[in-house]
Structures are given as structure tokens and as C-alpha cells.
Nanobody
């Protein structure tokens, strides 16, 4: 079993930045695609950004140009740099390791991001 622990959430004003970090209990980034999801109150969980073991990335249209996903293999972390934050970015952000269609993914416990003036 792999543990994923998110950190870095908080309360910021519109236009500000935050960096979320997801630490894994062992190095899985060369094995599984990793993703950041978010869930706002009353809404479904949605994919925000993902990175493959080969380093390819993809982003939700709503965050393209503002968010950047990256990983640090030496530190066993996957990070999400979030710039120009908007109130609609307010959500609980979750780290995810995609283990394929036949196995349940690993999830972190989530970290709250609130964007408000």
C-alpha cells in the first residue's frame, strides 16, 4: 500500500499563487500516471492536471496556462503550481496515482484551497 499525503493548501486572495505538494511513501512516479483532482462543494470530482511516467502532462481547460504539474523523483513528490488563482478554483484538491483499469487508484486525503477576497 502506498500513502499519498497532500500539503500546501490554504486561503489566498484572487490573483495569488499556491503550490500543492503530494508526497508518496515510496517512488511510484516512474510506474503510475499521477494526477491532481479537485472537488468543490456540490460538484463532482474533476481532473485538474496529470503527468505520465514519461513526463507528458495534460490540463483541464479551466486551468491551462495558470497551473503547472511537475514531479521531483528525488523527493518522491508531485507538485501543482497554481498561479492567478480565481474564486472558482476553490475546492479540496486530491492527489491520485492511476494504477490502471483493473486496480483501484491511490488517493491522498485532500487539501483545502480557498480563493476569496
Amino acid at each position: 500500500q502506498v500513502q499519498l499525503v497532500e500539503s500546501g493548501g490554504g486561503l489566498v486572495q484572487p490573483g495569488e499563487s499556491l503550490t500543492l505538494s503530494c508526497a508518496a511513501s515510496r517512488n511510484i512516479f516512474s510506474i503510475y500516471p499521477m494526477g491532481w483532482y479537485r472537488q468543490a462543494p456540490g460538484k463532482q470530482r474533476e481532473l485538474v492536471a496529470a503527468i505520465t511516467p514519461g513526463g507528458s502532462t495534460n490540463y483541464a481547460d479551466s486551468v491551462k496556462g495558470r497551473f503547472t504539474i511537475s514531479r521531483d523523483n528525488a523527493k518522491n513528490t508531485v507538485n501543482l503550481q497554481m498561479n492567478s488563482l480565481k474564486p472558482e478554483d476553490t475546492a479540496v484538491y486530491y492527489c491520485n496515482a492511476n494504477r490502471g483499469v483493473h486496480r483501484d487508484p491511490y488517493w491522498g486525503q485532500g487539501t483545502q484551497v480557498t480563493v476569496s477576497s
